[in-house]
């Protein structure tokens, strides 16, 4: 490949900062995807269950059984939601606080190195760059159909 295309770009970048994240967690025996959650999950007054899963771009089997074991390792408790009946509040505990820092700050030394390695401007266009890109997805703009594949039956 004599270009590299932006989802190559993008896809290659993204699995080298995965893997590096995973090898910061394995250090606390845990994962990536813990840590995120983690993070996703409001330390103070706890988040629904119900929100996680679009918060962290997750399906919810995927993410029951990261609560699954987040619970296990007591990471997290669940709790009745007060303004929902039948809702239940995913809330940190002690321990899970405690990792939740830990993850923070492995994505704080993330963001400061690259910080300290490219210029303001050149870390506007990546953030502008990938904003557009999330845009396009969200309004499905990319493979959307044109009216003579329509007519035609081709896709």
Same mark, same amino acid.
């Given at each position: 490949?004599?270009?590299?295309?932006?989802?190559?770009?993008?896809?290659?970048?993204?699995?080298?900062?995965?893997?590096?994240?995973?090898?910061?967690?394995? /250090?606390f025996d845990s994962t990536m995807a =813990?840590?995120?959650?983690?993070?996703?999950?409001?330390?103070?007054?706890?988040?629904?269950?119900?929100?996680?899963?679009?918060?962290?771009g997750m399906e919810a089997t995927s993410?029951?059984?990261?609560?699954?074991?987040?619970?296990?390792?007591?990471?997290?408790?669940?709790?009745?939601?007060?303004?929902?009946?039948?809702? !239940?509040?995913?809330?940190?505990?002690?321990?899970?606080?405690?990792?939740?820092? /830990?993850?923070?700050? =492995? !994505?704080?030394?993330?963001?400061?190195? =690259?910080?300290?390695?490219?210029?303001?401007?050149?870390?506007?266009g990546f953030f502008e760059v990938a904003?557009? =890109?999330?845009?396009?997805?969200?309004?499905?703009?990319?493979?959307?159909?044109?009216?003579?594949?329509?007519?035609?039956?081709?896709?």
């Amino acid at each position: 490949m004599k270009d590299i295309t932006i989802d190559y770009a993008l896809r290659a970048t993204w699995q080298a900062v995965a893997r590096m994240y995973n090898e910061e967690a394995r /250090k606390f025996d845990s994962t990536m995807a =813990v840590g995120f959650c983690l993070l996703s999950i409001d330390p103070k007054e706890g988040t629904p269950s119900t929100a996680l899963g679009p918060r962290m771009g997750m399906e919810a089997t995927s993410l029951s059984r990261i609560l699954k074991s987040m619970e296990t390792r007591d990471l997290i408790e669940r709790r009745p939601n007060p303004d929902d009946g039948r809702g !239940v509040l995913i809330h940190l505990t002690a321990f899970g606080r405690e990792m939740r820092a /830990k993850s923070k700050d =492995v !994505v704080l030394r993330f963001n400061e190195a =690259v910080r300290s390695e490219v210029s303001p401007q050149q870390l506007k266009g990546f953030f502008e760059v990938a904003a557009v =890109v999330n845009q396009l997805i969200a309004e499905r703009k990319i493979y959307e159909q044109t009216p003579d594949a329509e007519s035609s039956g081709k896709k």
